[in-house]
């Protein structure tokens, strides 16, 4: 992931913390959580001379990408601390 790469998600995802503070991400639709999402990805569009499918399509693949390397340092984490035998 490039520099550009992680600012882009953690504007998107500051963004995200605050628009949906009081909201349940496991419970909403994702189209709602799109529709809050939607004024930061315009921004973002404006700014890119881009339009908002290809920034979200963007987002989509960068957050997916980040999830996963957590998912991937939490197993070695794990493997780590079992290791130990506590």
């Excluded at 992931?1 to 419970?27: G, N, P, S, V, W």
């Excluded at 939607?38 to 997916?64: G, K």
Aim: with cysteine; hydrophobic share 40%; charged share 35%.
């Amino acid at each position: 992931m490039t520099e550009d790469d992680k600012c882009f998600l953690d504007r998107i995802t500051a963004y995200a913390e605050e628009a949906m503070a009081d909201m349940d991400a496991e419970k909403t639709r994702i189209s709602i959580q799109l529709d809050k999402l939607r004024p930061v990805m315009e921004e973002i569009a404006v700014e890119q001379n881009t339009s908002v499918e290809e920034v979200f399509i963007r987002y989509m693949d960068l957050a997916s990408t980040a999830g996963a390397k957590k998912q991937e340092q939490f197993k070695k984490d794990y493997l780590d601390f079992d290791d130990l035998n506590i």
